[in-house]
């Protein structure tokens, strides 16, 4: 019988369908790819895929502008072959979570072309249309129904002139937002996803979840109308340039009024009836520790888990993302010890450093020097995977990848990082210091094509890639590390093996130790009697030494250690960010 916590035990590898593996020699990645590379996984260890969308979609944001939520787009493959992957996935004892993008659909989709028709179109009302502020010459600067900015750049309303109106798109332009107050919208997109499950798959990873609901307050006409930001902040932490023109948007679609009843309706209308064994994660970005929990509070019946954003928000400056500040292995560390503590009674964690919209998370939390790489990569595994919570791998990072060490605007491909370029150089910021924040941070980082082996595409593709191969894949892949138990990948298998075999690891209290240590990020699990001891030196200096005084640690059994053939004991000096598991008397 599956216990409906199973996803506690379990640990989630995140495939970005894009840059994973290309069958059919096209230069992008494919559903055959990725049935190909399951035995990959599974020595992995993982339990669950979650797969980056493959519908249909004019790819304006890779995939995250869904055309047709029913089929499978022709440059990933078909719906048989998503039938084949979870059959085959189903025959590993493995899962599938599909991605679930439903704060918005793509322009292409037929539900907006309908809604964009006509004023009186039965769907008009299933997306954000509004008319151009009075005043102003409609279509022209500042003639926007608010002053949102996009989390793409530009403004969050395009104006359409079959209808003079504005519709409203949190991300590109390309991507209406759709309008959960209307019932019949929740309606079709809850009856989409029973037939997923209805199919097969495991879950849903939901994208912005968060932002389904928006603040309303009555407009002069009797419609409802979204109210101007204030002019502070900019929108959602992203990267819009110029914030004399946008408003601060979060208060305003961030976890508005009505977004637990939106929730909580789902769960009854998608879920509540189901036998356990099915996966929610949202996707929750600018969301607080009591929103998490009142979003995984088990009584609540909502999510299962979700994102947070606080510590991939650390290095973002009050001009958002791509305003980078610096950011101390002290501000992860105390970040993260607060959300395990503010979910330790109710509520539940993911854990994740990275995925396809972040940077590797070596370089960016660990080390991505070449003496230090690998140890840092392993180091971050170490303290992550210990944490209380649901882990996620993100392609590539069981191999260690760093950042690309992109210099050339050419080399990206990314909507978010080409439109904040133009606006930035636009707005004054110099070509050399966008390019660079780009480089540290924009998300292509994370997608160039996964490295297979040494050969010239790094074994990805046998035609010319979409977007470069990784500079290291020479170096860094997969057929130089699965068979190397000091890779990072073996070390990893090791980390998830425990999660399964040791019910501390899923289950067990976290208590951290050294909380104010700069170098030393060590904690403590205990469940039923047993304890683990996590100690790890996330700096590159050598002879770290620990103060475990406060724990007993006699007799304690090193279970996962960094160093090859080397057992230390928990307070011998660490060597640059070796990390250590034991469990103790
Ligand atoms: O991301 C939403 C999000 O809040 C950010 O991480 C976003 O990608 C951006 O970097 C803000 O600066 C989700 C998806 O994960 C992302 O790939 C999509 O582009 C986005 O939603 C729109 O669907």
Redesign the pocket.
Known sequence: MTARDWWKSAVVYQVYPRSFADSNGDGVGDLGGIIERLDYLERLGVDVLWLSPVYRSPMA?NG?DISDYEDVDPLFGSLAQLDELIAELHARGMKLVMDL?VNHTSSAHAWFAESRSSTDNPKRDWYWWRRPRPGFEPGTPGAEPTNWGS?FSGPAWTYDPTTGEYYLHL?APE?PDLNWENPEVRQAVYAMMNRWLDRGVDGFRM??VCLLSKVLVDGPDGRPQLPDGRLERDP?G??VVDTSRYGDTTPLVVNGPRIHEFIQEMHREVFADRPPGVLTVG?T?ATTIEQARLYTDPARAELDMVFQFEHVDLDSGPQG?WDIVPMTMLDLKHSLNRWQEGLAAAGWNSLYLGN??QPRCVSRFGSDDPAHRQQSAKALATVLHLHRGTPYVYQGDELGLPNAGFTRLDQLRDV?SLNYYAAAVASGRSPEDTMGALSRKG?DNARLPMPWDASATGGFTSGSPWIEVHPLAGEINAAAQVDDPASVYAHYRRLIALRHDEPVVAHGSFRMLLVDDPQVYAFVREYDGVRLLVVANLSSDPGVVADLSEVAYDDAELLIGSVQDATPGPADPLAPWESRVFRLA
Do not use: I, N, S, T
């Open positions: 944001d995250y993008v989390a991300f991507q994208d912005v959602l992203a990267g996707e970005p993302k396809h919209d978010e998300r």
